[in-house]
């Protein structure tokens, strides 16, 4: 039998009737599955659900009612249209099949062009039905497809995909008011880029952007580091956020190494082509932040905001290329680094100075 036939699940306990229906249903190149117990046609419906139940009220074990109450009840066969076939006329009983979600009825004995009209016409019902339910999963498709598109600009495919599982739930980070968290700030800065542009066509700096930016985001999400800003030639990445991660400072640690082995092929070829060396310089440090929507009602911006990011953005800006500055508190978490002590350097905007640490990449 073909997957797309229109399936009759026929539940009398007369053989002649059953007989009957069998055959008029046939002829019309619909499938019959005939029953004779409300107790089978239970389990055969839940099990395998029809597209249609032609439903005798007066049957051995489950009556007609209750068997339909039953199956409206189930998820799974709650939208599939029921049609009474009954010798009760009167009108309580009328009251009852309709209480019990009962689609259609159909009076015994069963005349076949009735039948063949109600059959006809629930079927039509059934696969607009069909078809509207599959546009609205289309649509649900491609509306998950399109915020895992907006999400992964920020985040990792990992991440994104959580955020889509846990959407009917409890709503996106996205979508939450400003939070506080521990968090990890990683910043990347491209160091000889403004004498390099000097010397490249306006259109050709936008390609040498994209190109370092996709090899030094690949290398952050492979850590599942969060993008929150790119600003000219500077990157911020965010370590656990919006998601808790017990391991941040290392995942930060190996994200950094990352980007400096993945982005050292792309500035060696813009070193051939510009005849200018040019490298990355890291800044690194942890502490509380807050991060969320922030902006106006006709801009707003996904951001972190606190004491780790402005600490990490001044070493960025102290650090040379190919190497990583991170403050004492990173240091203190990632444990035996090799990394050599700066001191305590006083930073612009900081009332305390802050042990430093370098580390070449």
Not at 78 to 94: C, F, G, K, N, Y
Not at 130 to 154: G, H, Q
Not at 289 to 307: C, E, K, L, Q, R
Not at 316 to 336: F, H, N, R, T, W
Request: proline residues 5%.
């Amino acid at each position: 039998m073909s997957g797309d036939e229109f399936r009759v699940l026929v539940v009398d306990d007369d053989p002649d009737m059953l007989s009957i229906l069998e055959r008029v249903i046939h002829a019309e190149g619909m499938r019959a599955e005939t029953v004779a117990d409300g107790d089978t046609a239970l389990v055969r419906a839940l099990a395998a659900p029809p597209d249609l139940i032609l439903l005798d009220v007066l049957l051995p074990g489950l009556d007609g009612f209750a068997l339909c109450e039953r199956l409206k009840a189930e998820p799974a066969t709650a939208m599939v249209p029921i049609v009474l076939v009954t010798a009760l006329e009167d009108h309580d009983s009328r009251v009852r099949g309709i209480r019990a979600g009962a689609d259609d009825f159909l009076s015994k004995p069963v005349r076949r062009e009735e039948l063949l009209a109600r059959v006809q016409t629930l079927r039509r019902l059934h696969e607009t039905r069909r078809e509207l339910e599959s546009r609205r999963l289309a649509a649900e498709v491609e509306r998950k497809e399109s915020l895992r598109r907006a999400f992964e600009r920020y985040l990792s495919p990992r991440l994104a995909e959580r955020i889509i599982a846990d959407l009917a739930e409890e709503g996106t980070p996205f979508q939450r008011g400003p939070q506080r968290v521990s968090v990890v700030a990683l910043f990347a800065d491209l160091r000889g880029f403004t004498r390099l542009t000097e010397r490249t066509q306006v259109d050709s700096v936008v390609g040498l952007l994209n190109e370092y930016f996709a090899v030094v985001t690949e290398a952050a999400y492979r850590q599942e580091g969060t993008i929150f800003s790119m600003a000219g030639d500077n990157l911020l990445v965010g370590f656990n956020v919006p998601f808790p991660q017990a391991d941040a400072p290392a995942r930060a640690w190996r994200a950094a190494h990352d980007m400096a082995r993945s982005v050292a092929p792309v500035l060696a070829r813009w070193t051939e082509r510009g005849g200018l060396a040019t490298g990355v310089g890291f800044g690194m440090a942890s502490g509380d932040a807050i991060f969320g929507n922030v902006g106006s009602p006709h801009y707003m911006n996904y951001t972190i905001i606190g004491d780790a990011v402005n600490i990490a953005a001044r070493l960025v800006d102290m650090a040379q290329p190919g190497e990583l500055l991170l403050s004492g508190d990173v240091i203190s978490a990632l444990g035996e680094t090799g990394a050599r002590s700066r001191g305590r350097l006083a930073l612009r905007g900081r009332g305390e100075p802050v042990d430093v640490f370098a580390v070449t990449l």
